[in-house]
């Protein structure tokens, strides 16, 4: 299952320019005075880590069957990232921790981020590798909680929460800047979601996402 997509805050200008209070989604300025989960957003590329359910002919082998893919089924990843995740997840070990953890079948989601991987790539090690932030059971999205387990149970690294705020002290904080987890540089942004999970009428999660960098170039939304 792909990746959704993860819509920005605010409208832009054909410049470029994002148009602070123009929502791109009624729903976010309704929500807006409301409690957001925010965590750390990594710059790098997306990957999933699908976990097959497991079947009979590998069942008795003791292990997962695992593949990863990008964003899309068709998406290239960097090369040094592949040897990485194919040292990682097809370990021995990992595929019977893999088995153990998701019988039924799981889909991890995550940045691959690091040395040569988008701008800020060196901010994030020498060492290209994978940082988790999602994960889907049986159509089920896990809480953070559950996440973090999952990376702590796997030794992945994990983004973490960065606090419950209502959006527009998320913007707040964005728009100062803030330093990440991973170094002493500022964080590419957050990502925000309503601490009781919703879904709009289409059945797509209410997440969105505010960039340090959308800041650099602002206009006020012109009010009549």
């Known amino acids: 299952m792909l990746y959704h997509k993860i819509q920005p805050l605010f409208k ?81 070990t990992m595929l019977k921790t893999l088995k153990g953890k998701f019988p039924d079948g799981a889909i991890l989601y995550g940045e691959g981020c690091g040395d040569g991987i988008g701008k800020m790539g060196a901010h994030y090690g020498p060492q290209q590798g994978f940082v988790l932030f999602d994960v889907n059971v049986g159509g089920w999205w896990l809480q953070q909680d559950a996440v973090n387990d999952v990376a702590e149970t ?14 527009h002290e998320a913007i707040d904080i964005v728009e100062k800047g803030y330093n990440s987890e991973f170094g002493n540089f500022l964080a590419e942004g957050l990502v925000a979601e309503p601490c009781v999970p919703m879904f709009n009428r289409k059945g797509e999660r209410v997440i969105t996402k505010i960039k340090t960098c959308d800041f650099t170039r602002t206009v006020e939304l012109e009010k009549s």
Not at 154 to 167: D, H
């Open 154 to 167: 796997l030794e992945l690294r994990c983004v973490k929460e960065v606090g419950c705020y209502t959006l």
């Open 12 to 92: 832009r200008t054909e410049k470029g320019e994002m148009i602070t209070g123009a929502w791109t989604d009624p729903v976010f300025e309704y929500l807006a005075g409301n409690l957001w989960r925010c965590t750390e957003k990594i710059d790098g590329t997306n990957i999933r880590v699908t976990i097959d359910p497991i079947s009979e002919t590998i069942r008795s082998i003791g292990q997962a069957e695992v593949r990863f893919d990008g964003r899309t089924d068709d998406a290239a990843l960097p090369a040094r990232l592949v040897n990485w995740m194919v040292g990682k997840f097809f370990d021995k």
